[in-house]
């Protein structure tokens, strides 16, 4: 499998989860809103910040601002048109927020949707390029993300397997980086029946790669279980408040969603183990609390010889097991016990 880096963070089954908080358009065009998004996701402990790299003039056609198809919420904007020019980052946004990433330790980079965003990205340091689910299909794109060198993120919604596999051969091809395959299901919000998650397992045996989940489901309930299947990379939409007027807010994980996500993934992946079966010192020793030894059920004289009868097994699990009943039946006492009385080897003739 492909080892992975981002921004120095190793990234794969070995490690912990990289959760990436995608601010996206949540930003909704204000900027001081953007930094209060980045500030946050960093103080609850997301891996990466990312955004969206897209215009008015890249993402969309003339004729359908002309049809004015309404995008969830277009953030109070009379129009599909306003909307995407106000939630644009121009290069100036973008370098804005890449000089406050920069000034606050926080690692950023962003989904690109032309060629043009990808060379503005590069200029930037951007440390790796994600691909969005619309784009798998997108190869003159794909090859110019893959000459960067850099490592990719693709998620695959809406795509098949074989486009999957396209993608994966063009971004190799080009001299991509290592490569990332993001499950995703491109419904907003997705119910947990549509995830499909045990479809990682199919992309890692598949492709040989790492596996990450972008979710789009309420809640983190989904993207916890996503680790427990094998999940490294874990992208969730992240918003101060969900009633926030835009496209994403309604679906995205608020500061204490993050928060609980982040904590949670990596206390997922701490309990997965090996799958090799061992026993812990401490188990073993619980076994001498929790388990149960040999006592006598009545008053034995010495001499007698043991018969089922003559003992029982209560706790603690310190002296003679009740699987070593066959090495005591029918063996005489060297000493005379009371009922209740602990019964141990040194007893026994």
Request: with cysteine.
């Amino acid at each position: 499998m492909e080892q992975l880096s981002i921004a120095g963070r190793r990234i794969g089954p070995e490690h912990d989860p990289y959760v990436i908080a995608e601010i996206g358009a949540n930003h909704n065009g204000d900027m001081a809103l953007c930094r209060r998004l980045i500030d946050t996701a960093a103080e609850v402990g997301a891996d990466a910040v990312k955004f969206q790299s897209w215009t008015k003039d890249s993402l969309i056609s003339r004729a359908e601002y002309a049809r004015n198809t309404p995008y969830v919420k277009n953030g109070g904007a009379p129009s599909l048109e306003e909307a995407v020019e106000r939630y644009q980052l121009t290069p100036e946004r973008h370098r804005e927020i890449t000089a406050y990433c920069r000034d606050r330790g926080v690692v950023c980079f962003s989904s690109c949707f032309s060629r043009a965003e990808v060379d503005l990205l590069e200029s930037l340091d951007a440390p790796a390029h994600k691909i969005a689910s619309m784009d798998v299909n997108h190869l003159p794109l794909l090859e110019h993300v893959a000459r960067t060198g850099k490592p990719v993120l693709l998620s695959t919604g809406m795509a098949t397997l074989g486009e999957v596999e396209r993608a994966l051969s063009v971004l190799r091809m080009h001299g991509s980086g290592p490569v990332v395959l993001l499950h995703c299901v491109s419904i907003y919000p997705c119910a947990p029946e549509a995830v499909n998650l045990r479809l990682l397992a199919t992309w890692r045996q598949a492709f040989d790669v790492p596996v990450g989940y972008s979710d789009h489901t309420m809640g983190v309930a989904v993207p916890l279980a996503a680790v427990a299947l094998g999940a490294s990379v874990l992208e969730k939409h992240f918003t101060l408040d969900h009633g926030l007027e835009g496209w994403d807010h309604a679906i995205s994980a608020d500061p204490a969603e993050l928060r609980a996500l982040v904590a949670g993934s990596r206390e997922v992946r701490a309990s997965l183990g090996s799958g090799v079966r061992t026993v812990s010192e401490a188990e073993l020793e619980k076994r001498k609390v929790f388990r149960r030894r040999m006592v006598a059920t009545r008053a034995l004289r010495r001499g007698e010889r043991l018969t089922d009868a003559d003992v029982e097994f209560k706790r603690p699990g310190t002296g003679i097991q009740p699987d070593e009943l066959p090495y005591v039946r029918g063996r005489a006492l060297a000493r005379g016990v009371q009922a209740e009385e602990e019964l141990e080897w040194g007893d026994l003739v």
